[in-house]
């Protein structure tokens, strides 16, 4: 029923890429998220791709802005290329103040610049496979030359996957008319929220641009406690308790708590860390808000619990690896029953 997705934890380093991506494949899952944050998520997802045979690799999000699209379509043709066609592209935009102050960056106008953003890959990628006359002139991006000495020629499977992470209305309508497939945020993937908000943004988005959304790769990424034994859940979802806690300060990730009407309860964790009461921002987050954002169960459980939650709205989920690989073969039998159905 599911294509599952291995997640990789935001620390993890070129040194321990490879091994994470084999093991990954070895359980079965179908592919693997990589990050961009403490480390490139271009190499990791170089590494990944080299040391596995089947594993799909997609960068879930490469921050886009800092980065020409054109070293980007580079480095997309190349990991496609070796890969032979197991490579997915995920983009995101960030924060203003991460582009503008820790990346030294644009940030203009981040829809139409994401929209562009992708339009030109598209573009590039064209004339990388044909040889055509590469011209693209959008109001942020222009691409006008490429000389046949740069163009790294066809390749057998040319057809890179373009996924955006969204969370507002206008970036999710944009990646519905632009983009491959959207990856959605931990915050915004409550099953009522997918349902209620999410596919009709991306249906408006398909109809502005004439599409049927067939084929569109939608990712749903949610926090999950799960594990071998009660115990080990419990834990599991304290730790996404605390989690939860932290992005909810973020004001851009509010609109879902607006959906159930906990409002109220970003702008206290806003404040909270304004004054600097880290420490005290889970117990905001209560049992109900985390059986609204958080599925829970053993590994004997849990392919029914994303059924139920997800069964008919995204065929594509992510699903945490064991922090113990002893826990590996447990995780695989989930793993196998979120496949089959």
Same mark, same amino acid.
């Given at each position: 029923?599911?294509?599952?997705?291995?997640?990789?934890?935001?620390?993890?380093?070129?040194?321990?890429?490879?091994?994470?991506?084999?093991?990954?494949?070895?359980?079965?899952?179908?592919?693997?998220?990589?990050?961009?944050?403490?480390?490139?998520?271009?190499?990791?997802?170089?590494?990944?791709?080299?040391?596995?045979?089947?594993?799909?690799?997609?960068?879930?999000?490469?921050?886009?802005?800092?980065?020409?699209?054109?070293?980007?379509?580079?480095?997309?043709?190349?990991?496609?290329?070796?890969? #032979?066609?197991? +490579?997915? $592209?995920? %983009? /995101?935009?960030?924060?203003?103040?991460?582009?503008?102050?820790?990346?030294? =960056?644009?940030?203009?106008?981040?829809?139409?610049?994401?929209?562009e953003y992708v339009q030109s890959l598209k573009?590039?990628?064209?004339?990388?496979?044909?040889?055509?006359?590469?011209?693209?002139?959008?109001?942020?991006?222009?691409?006008?030359?490429?000389?046949?000495?740069?163009?790294?020629?066809?390749?057998?499977?040319?057809?890179?996957?373009?996924?955006?992470?969204?969370?507002?209305?206008?970036?999710?309508?944009?990646?519905?008319?632009?983009?491959?497939?959207?990856?959605?945020?931990?915050?915004?993937?409550?099953?009522?929220?997918?349902?209620?908000?999410?596919?009709?943004?991306?249906?408006?988005?398909?109809?502005?641009?004439?599409?049927? #959304?067939?084929? +569109?790769? $939608?990712? %749903? /990424?949610?926090?999950?406690?799960?594990?071998?034994?009660?115990?080990?859940? =419990?834990?599991?979802?304290?730790?996404?308790?605390?989690?939860?806690?932290?992005?909810?300060?973020?004001?851009?990730?509010?609109?879902?708590?607006?959906?159930?009407?906990?409002?109220?309860?970003?702008?206290?964790?806003?404040?909270?860390?304004?004054?600097?009461?880290?420490?005290?921002?889970?117990?905001?987050?209560?049992?109900?808000?985390?059986?609204?954002?958080?599925?829970?169960?053993?590994?004997?459980?849990?392919?029914?619990?994303?059924?139920?939650?997800?069964?008919?709205?995204?065929?594509?989920?992510?699903?945490?690896?064991?922090?113990?690989?002893?826990?590996?073969?447990?995780?695989?039998?989930?793993?196998?029953?979120?496949?089959?159905?």
């Amino acid at each position: 029923m599911f294509q599952v997705f291995a997640t990789t934890p935001e620390d993890m380093g070129p040194g321990e890429i490879g091994a994470h991506a084999a093991r990954a494949e070895a359980m079965g899952f179908d592919g693997l998220q990589v990050p961009d944050a403490i480390h490139d998520g271009l190499l990791l997802a170089a590494l990944a791709l080299n040391a596995t045979e089947k594993l799909l690799v997609g960068t879930g999000v490469l921050v886009a802005f800092p980065r020409s699209p054109m070293t980007v379509a580079v480095a997309s043709w190349d990991l496609q290329r070796m890969s #032979g066609g197991r +490579f997915e $592209l995920g %983009l /995101g935009t960030q924060i203003k103040q991460n582009i503008e102050q820790r990346y030294s =960056a644009r940030w203009e106008k981040p829809v139409p610049q994401l929209r562009e953003y992708v339009q030109s890959l598209k573009a590039i990628f064209h004339s990388f496979q044909t040889g055509e006359r590469l011209c693209f002139e959008g109001e942020h991006y222009q691409f006008t030359r490429l000389q046949p000495f740069f163009n790294p020629g066809p390749i057998e499977h040319p057809d890179i996957p373009i996924l955006c992470g969204a969370v507002g209305p206008d970036m999710t309508r944009m990646v519905g008319r632009v983009a491959d497939g959207m990856i959605t945020h931990p915050t915004n993937t409550p099953p009522e929220y997918i349902r209620e908000v999410c596919l009709p943004r991306l249906q408006d988005g398909f109809a502005r641009a004439q599409r049927t #959304g067939e084929g +569109f790769k $939608l990712l %749903l /990424g949610p926090l999950t406690a799960t594990g071998p034994d009660a115990d080990t859940v =419990a834990g599991e979802w304290e730790k996404q308790r605390q989690l939860l806690g932290f992005l909810y300060s973020t004001p851009a990730y509010w609109p879902s708590l607006e959906l159930f009407g906990w409002q109220e309860k970003g702008q206290q964790l806003l404040d909270m860390t304004r004054s600097g009461a880290w420490k005290e921002m889970p117990d905001i987050v209560t049992d109900e808000m985390l059986e609204k954002f958080v599925p829970r169960g053993s590994y004997d459980e849990i392919a029914e619990v994303y059924r139920a939650r997800y069964a008919g709205l995204s065929s594509r989920v992510t699903f945490p690896m064991p922090t113990d690989p002893a826990h590996d073969s447990a995780a695989a039998q989930a793993i196998a029953a979120l496949k089959s159905g």
